[in-house]
């Protein structure tokens, strides 16, 4: 009996580490040659797809371009391998605030914490009308040849055309990942034939304003502890009632 019950338990706790995971994290490396090659494939690309946690800021997910992994993010920071590239946050206190018309907006910042670009919601004038933009800037403010709607959904070009699109859904995320974690995909594609560049900092802000009307629509996280600890507690009482029937049976068996 005793020996039943210890069985059971290493199978508890076998199931609570792999569904909780045990020690540290790891950190997804990128399978381009330098960091150089993996910031030219995500300003490039044609496929961008960046796995995060939408309610939560420690796991460190990845950024894959065409198909690679490039790097990973983590909370607002952007790494290649170990090396920080670059965060994302909201400017507060900057001049670039003052602009008429203008609503939020959002600083890239290198680990000295030096700018080097922004994106801003601006009220501007489009071929379909007035309409509110996500205005992407560099570092002397002034506007790139690209634009965003609101929504971070739709890339126009200077011609106002629609030249890439963005979304968020759980394709591309492990089965175990949709039941257990908050983790998403963010995909982004563009038409390209390999000339034209999008700063990966625009995605960046692109995908923030993503993350901010998902949690508007969907905001119900799910409880990771509550839902790990549910299962392992089920399969706990599993073991025991499997393994209570399998004794019945070997007892009938020698009776």
Not at 14 to 37: I, M, N, Q
Not at 93 to 99: C, M, S, V, W
Not at 110 to 118: E, I, M
Request: glycine share 8%.
């Amino acid at each position: 009996m005793k020996k039943r019950i210890y069985t059971a338990a290493g199978l508890f706790l076998a199931a609570a580490l792999v569904l909780g995971g045990c020690g540290k994290e790891k950190v997804p490396e990128s399978e381009f040659a330098t960091a150089d090659e993996a910031k030219e494939a995500l300003t490039s690309a044609e496929t961008i797809e960046i796995y995060f946690d939408l309610y939560g800021s420690k796991r460190k997910t990845k950024i894959v371009a065409d198909g690679k992994v490039a790097g990973y993010l983590q909370k607002n920071t952007v790494y290649i391998n170990e090396e920080e590239w670059f965060s994302i946050d909201y400017v507060e206190d900057e001049p670039i605030n003052d602009r008429e018309g203008s609503g939020t907006t959002y600083g890239y910042y290198d680990a000295s914490g030096t700018c080097l670009g922004y994106a801003q919601e601006q009220y501007v004038d489009t071929s379909h009308g007035k309409d509110t933009r996500l205005i992407f800037l560099d570092v002397d403010e002034t506007p790139l040849d690209y634009q965003s709607s609101r929504s971070g959904r739709i890339l126009y070009d200077e011609n106002d055309e629609e030249i890439g699109s963005g979304k968020i859904g759980r394709s591309g995320v492990s089965l175990l990942d949709q039941w257990y974690t908050n983790l998403y995909c963010a995909v982004f594609k563009t038409e390209t034939d390999g000339a034209r560049q999008i700063d990966f900092m625009d995605r960046m802000a692109m995908l923030w304003r993503l993350e901010r009307d998902y949690r508007s629509i969907d905001d119900n996280p799910v409880n990771t502890g509550v839902q790990i600890y549910e299962t392992v507690a089920v399969v706990f009482v599993l073991i025991l009632l499997i393994g209570s029937s399998f004794s019945k049976w070997r007892q009938k068996k020698k009776n």
